[in-house]
């Protein structure tokens, strides 16, 4: 961490197109990619990252999917069931991270998700 870096919270979101192994991680990784890209993050940087699923997605963690990247071995990682609310997104994954950063945070919606947060789902 450098002086001009501050704790940040970083958001983001996107959906599964089935509850399978495979579409949750291609999810997850398109995620985490955007989120890299967008805020020039390295695995130093994420002091910790939460991932909730809605509750018909159960077929792999998404924390399991996070923790095989490359320089990501001190990031806390934890998964979590998200509330279920009657008519809410189906197969959704949200995330939230803890990261140092020297610039504002820049968070990413991705695919269906992108209708939680239109206000962010372009930044």
């Not at 998404?62 to 923790?67: D, L, Q, T, V, W």
């Amino acid at each position: 961490m450098s002086p001009e870096q501050s704790l940040r919270a970083l958001r983001g979101a996107t959906t599964a197109t089935a509850n399978s192994r495979e579409a949750i991680q291609e999810a997850v990784e398109e995620l985490l990619n955007a989120l890299v890209e967008r805020n020039n993050l390295s695995g130093e940087h994420i002091l910790s990252l939460t991932f909730s699923v809605t509750t018909d997605l159960d077929a792999c963690f998404p924390a399991a999917i996070a923790r095989q990247r490359p320089g990501w071995g001190g990031v806390a990682l934890l998964d979590c069931q998200q509330m279920a609310v009657a008519g809410d997104l189906k197969r959704c994954i949200r995330l939230l991270a803890h990261v140092w950063l020297e610039q504002p945070a820049r968070h990413a919606y991705l695919r269906d998700a992108a209708k939680l947060r239109p206000d962010l789902a372009q930044s």
